[in-house]
């Protein structure tokens, strides 16, 4: 596969002050990208880069080989053929749906922006709104038809900016589904920006975790739940804890308070203290194990229980148990480890 964008060690600057350092990363065609983090980190900065709306300090960014950012060269916006979906659906009140999906396609005969138009009104599940404006809308079929206004003169890029962000959880889990599945129908290579990890992880083939203007790790999400690069990455993504442990003579293996648990790479010599990740499914129930913890603190998921446990030690883990499980405050519960991979810090 050839690579479709790249962007090589781009900087972005604000009145001298560096919000984005020495970024890099590439996408091949129809992949779908994250860019996830805090507050601050500079995601939207990357992103408008990319659009065209931001010049870069240093580094390119190339789309197709095409170089369309470098310090003093800036390709305008308009003419580098990326689609755009903004968190407010910018969508225009006075015209309807059709109508606003077929604003970018004015280059095309009547007959051909028709054609397009019901393509990607059917796509987005949207005919039988078709005359309708959008103020007779709801939040989550505006973005669809913001989403089909983007696809509608095949990008080849398509930047997503916080687009879910105005509606609800529930609907948000759901529509970053409904449009993964939209964006892999039309093959197009797209990148999210996001502050929220459901979304992140339901949506994108790859995720850059970004810290203070840089991408700490470049990874599909499986790989970021279960190989987090660092202590911040383990504590950013997903729940868990990170238990005291300690390496044992030299066989490789980790002692923890819940028991021994084998490493395959170990940051530490034998005899050093390492913490490991815990995940609240790493911990399962089991009624004959000889390792108790008390209940202090329970949150109702509906198929599961999140419990907070206390070890004897003191040391708090979380373990996500079937819901018909249910243990009052203060009881003492038996618990295994039943962890499939192994991460450690020194
Ligand atoms: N136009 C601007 N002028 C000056 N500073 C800016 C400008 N835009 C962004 N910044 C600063 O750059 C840094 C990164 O901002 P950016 O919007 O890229 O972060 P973000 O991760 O997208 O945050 P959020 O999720 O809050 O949108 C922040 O410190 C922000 O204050």
Known sequence: MTILLSVDNISIAYQQQTVVKNLSFQLEQGDIACLLGASGC???????AIA?????????????????????????????????VFQDYALF??????????????KQSAAQRQQRVDELIDLVKLSAFAKQYPHQLSGGQQQRVALARALAPKPLLLLLDEPFSNLDAELRESLSLEVRALLKAENTTAILV???????FAMADYVGVMYNGQIEQWASPYELYHQPSSRHIAQFIGEGVLVAGKRCSDDGRIALELGEIGIDVCPCE????????????????????????????????????????ELSSGTKVLSLVPSHHNHQLGEMIGIKLALDHTVAFS
Do not use: W
């Open 93 to 106: 009140p006075h015209l309807t749906v059709s109508q606003n999906i077929a604003l970018g396609l004015h």
């Open 270 to 309: 034998a005899g050093e203290e390492v913490d490991v990740l815990i995940r609240p499914d790493d911990i399962i129930h089991d009624d004959n194990s000889p390792i108790q913890a008390k209940v202090i603190a329970k949150a109702f998921r509906g198929a599961e229980f999140l419990y907070t446990l």
């Open 42 to 48: 500079g995601k939207t900065s990357v992103l408008r």
């Open 194 to 200: 996001t502050h929220d990890q459901h979304e992140a």
């Open 52 to 84: 065209g709306f931001e010049p870069v300090s240093a580094g390119q960014i190339s789309l197709q080989q095409q170089i369309l950012s470098q310090p003093k060269q800036l390709i305008p916006a308009h003419q580098r053929r990326c689609g755009m």
